[in-house]
């Protein structure tokens, strides 16, 4: 159908959002974390750009998220200068070249650990945001690292979050991981929320790789040589001896990483064009196929072919309209996406128009608890061993610190967005290398990361570990255009969830009508239906967790039409924030996730 405007029947937006949505004519900032929002903003008060921006409030995330996030992990952002010509900035590492199924196998493991480093891709934030600021940015490395190397080093108050996430680990540290008790429980004494936290390690690492480049004779160059040293000199050295020492994993066992120095050396983030497709007059910009990105434009263009009764997440017709075709989109991920360099596969049909037709007409008025993928002419669809969540066990420090299959609460990834006055627009969404993934180096005050979990150990997989070959990541920043300028960037952290919650907030706000901060408030959902792309790797048919601030209703016609909702806090999911500019007047706007506490926007 063609959309001449929002929708006339809609669930109307709360009275009163949590918070306006900011607007001004400057430069808007958002993040996961009030520091990374204010550093970002203060970059953009002393002249910086949006892209030195969004690196400083990068490597403040490290520091003041980091069971969230670490240098050691991974980044996949969208940018945009001055609004156009967007581009994806892919910072996802590949596997070691010793990361071979066989070696798996002889260590006796029949899928990757979700700790500890043998899970290990090659770490990619770090080098992704020096990239970044080396091709776009206008500062200097030192005055960009100036924000986090201040909190690492005079401290922080640490967050409820990561002070919990630290005392579930306690034991665990203490018995198993003794370099990260040190670092993160010092004097045997477990922060509590408010405590100022330190990291001195790390911030003495910052200052030595500024020294390292110090010497040249550019901005550019400096930047080039301390990326170098990151790459080729102590830190590489120092974690990859380290990880040769066997210590404990997630199965149980002990084993020594397969992470060597020309794993290092031979990587290099690479910029990449985004896919897109069009959806009520905007163009909804995503990562490839070596991410979930298409998942969202797959969803999307299944529910072209509904009205606008069956796009409002807030009634039982809507929800169950979404949640049906996000299974479908996520029965497609789950077969068919992964890193297709080495066997190149052109996947894009998966939400082309006429395909997304035919799924459409695959939703029922009732919950399917069947793992339906598609079909692409030559491309078989591989199905993943799909192990019900019920039947699952879990060890600490696994998976990726997101919501549980039950709803519960451990944390997520994080986001953030900038966006300045001359249009540069950036969408970054760091994750990886959180303290509970590998034991900490002590000379650094970080730990590997932990993404081949997202590989199978399976080599009909296309997401099957490979040598050099990208795991499929979640990550999944977007920006939006209009008129071939982007007027939008968002997302959140939250794993296989990530699209689903901005799924959401499209919808609200492009056929709903609602306003950025409206629909982040708004209450939200996700389905479990999919193959977790983190271990122990579950999968719940009709699983649907809900905020309980949906109407009462809704979760009893859900559960009519055969979905197992589980109904999870009224605050609870989703930590998306968002920047906005229009390109005709200059404004710009943001908003950012009220649930937590933690998230804010700023800007002026």
Not at 100 to 118: K, R, W, Y
Request: hydrophobic residues 40%; charged residues 20%; negative net charge.
């Amino acid at each position: 159908m063609t959309h001449t405007g929002f929708a006339t029947k809609y669930t109307t937006a709360a009275a009163t959002p949590t918070r306006p949505t900011l607007q001004g004519s400057f430069g808007m900032s958002a993040s996961t974390h009030w520091l990374a929002t204010a550093s970002a903003q203060s970059v953009l008060e002393r002249g910086g750009n949006a892209f030195d921006a969004a690196v400083a409030a990068g490597f403040v995330l490290h520091v003041v998220e980091p069971h969230l996030n670490g240098p050691a992990g991974d980044m996949v952002a969208l940018y945009a200068p001055r609004g156009r010509d967007p581009r994806v900035l892919m910072g996802q590492g590949p596997a070691p070249a010793r990361a071979t199924i066989q070696h798996f196998a002889a260590e006796g493991l029949d899928s990757v650990p979700g700790a500890g480093a043998l899970a290990a891709a090659v770490p990619a934030a770090v080098e992704a945001w020096m990239t970044l600021l080396a091709d776009h940015g206008s500062w200097e490395l030192a005055e960009v690292l100036e924000y986090a190397i201040h909190y690492a080093e005079n401290g922080h108050p640490i967050g409820h979050q990561a002070a919990a996430v630290i005392g579930t680990m306690a034991v665990h540290f203490e018995q198993h991981w003794p370099t990260s008790a040190s670092l993160w429980i010092p004097d045997q004494k477990l922060p509590a929320a408010g405590d100022n936290v330190k990291n001195v390690a790390y911030a003495n690492v910052l200052k030595r790789l500024i020294e390292a480049g110090s010497a040249a004779n550019t901005r550019q160059g400096r930047i080039r040589e301390s990326l170098k040293e990151w790459k080729e000199g102590f830190v590489a050295q120092a974690l990859t001896t380290f990880a040769r020492r066997p210590h404990r994993h997630s199965s149980g066992t002990d084993h020594a990483g397969v992470i060597g120095l020309s794993d290092f050396s031979d990587f290099n983030v690479c910029i990449e064009e985004p896919v897109s497709m069009d959806f009520r007059g905007t163009t909804v910009l995503k990562a490839g196929f070596w991410s979930q990105g298409p998942a969202l434009l797959q969803c999307l263009a299944i529910l072209k072919n509904f009205d606008d009764e069956h796009l409002d997440p807030s009634t039982a017709l809507g929800a169950h309209t979404i949640i049906e075709a996000l299974k479908l989109a996520m029965a497609d991920r789950d077969s068919f996406y992964g890193d297709s360099r080495a066997e190149p596969a052109d996947l894009t049909a998966l939400y082309s128009d006429a395909y997304g037709r035919d799924r459409a007409q695959l939703i029922s008025d009732y919950a399917s608890k069947d793992f339906r993928p598609g079909a692409l002419p030559g491309i078989p669809a591989h199905r993943p061993p799909l192990v019900n969540a019920l039947d699952s066990t879990s060890a600490l420090g696994a998976g990726e610190p997101t919501v549980r299959i039950t709803g519960e609460t451990r944390g997520d990834t994080c986001h953030l967005d900038v966006v300045d006055r001359y249009g540069n627009m950036v969408s970054a969404t760091p994750s990886g290398g959180w303290l509970q993934s590998s034991p900490a180096i002590p000379e650094l005050g970080f730990a590997l990361g932990t993404r081949l979990q997202m590989t199978w150990l399976d080599e009909s997989s296309p997401s099957a570990l490979r040598p050099g070959a990208r795991p499929r990541t979640t990550l999944s920043p977007t920006l939006l255009m209009r008129d071939g300028r982007v007027v939008a960037s968002l997302g959140s952290p939250g794993g296989d969830q990530q699209d689903q919650w901005q799924l959401l907030y499209l919808l609200r706000t492009l056929v709903g009508g609602y306003t950025p901060q409206e629909a982040i408030d708004a209450p939200t959902f996700h389905t479990s239906a999919l193959a977790s792309s983190f271990w122990p790797r579950t999968w719940n048919a009709l699983g649907v967790i809900a905020e309980s601030r949906l109407q009462p209703e809704v979760l009893a016609e859900l559960r009519e039409r055969g979905h197992d909702v589980t109904m999870v806090d009224g605050w609870s999911l989703g930590r998306l924030s968002t920047v906005l500019r229009d390109p005709e007047t200059g404004q710009v706007s943001a908003a950012a996730n009220p649930r937590g506490n933690q998230g804010y926007a700023a800007g002026r």
